[in-house]
């Protein structure tokens, strides 16, 4: 399988052109309201224009994996998916998001132009097959639990659809409990299955179920491990975002700081100019 020729239909697909063949996926966790979203794409899309680095909106419209029940989930399915909607439209971007059942799989097609399949549920064989059917691009993110070689089938049962647009995301391995490791291997051994490989730069510094019923993070390692990914050859970036992350109501302790986001995207592209 030819990974260039993938990238190629994804990125055609998206609409970008004569862009660095770098992917940057960013927004904040969970659609809260449409002033964080908005300020938050406002803000990146300047940057990634400044850059020249093809850029994808990324926001759950709901939070359906938390420790606990009583932690926020999201401000409805319609009302986040309409704010997608005004986002796509107000700033002119593609937008991902991620689905947790057969049934939203459609829905979420209607919007998200990335059908992302969270962590936990990468091996879930109808969700994979539902969301491969929407003929969207497919972001399948690397369960914690899971090696990078597993990895080549839950692609398989995406493409046993017909649909071959389909990313991987790297995003760290338990180690432990309540802690997180990343190898950066497998980032290498999942680009040798064909497909492009996104480096998850914020869930991987995340301590699950760390901090008495939510997770915790160390959000210092955020650029270290984002510029080893980059140069272990990870294809784009994945990085949560908010305006004020401890203010945040899904993932804060993990998030980078809107206003660090060009510091660190400034260091990626010098990586990236390297050209290794």
Known sequence: MNKSHIFDSIFTY?????????????????????????????HIKNISAKYNLPFVFKSSYIKANRTSGKSFRGIGMEKALQILVQTKKEFSVPVLTDIHSEFEAGIAAEVADIIQIPAFLCRQTELLEAAGETGKIINIKKGQFMSPEDMKYQAEKVASTGNNKILFTERGTFFGYNNLVVDMRSIIIMKKFGYPVIFDGTHSVQMPSANKGV??????????????????????????????????????????????FELLVDKIVKLINLKF
């Open 14 to 42: 998206l609409g970008f052109k004569k862009q660095r063949n770098f992917l940057l996926i960013a927004g904040p966790c969970v659609i809260e309201n449409k002033s964080v979203v908005f300020k938050t794409c406002e």
């Open 215 to 260: 997770s915790g993070g160390k959000p210092e390692f955020i650029e270290p491990l984002s510029k080893a990914a980059v140069s272990a050859g990870a294809d784009g970036l994945f990085i949560e975002t908010h305006p004020e992350p401890m203010k945040a109501l899904s993932d804060g302790s993990n998030m980078l700081k809107l206003d660090k």
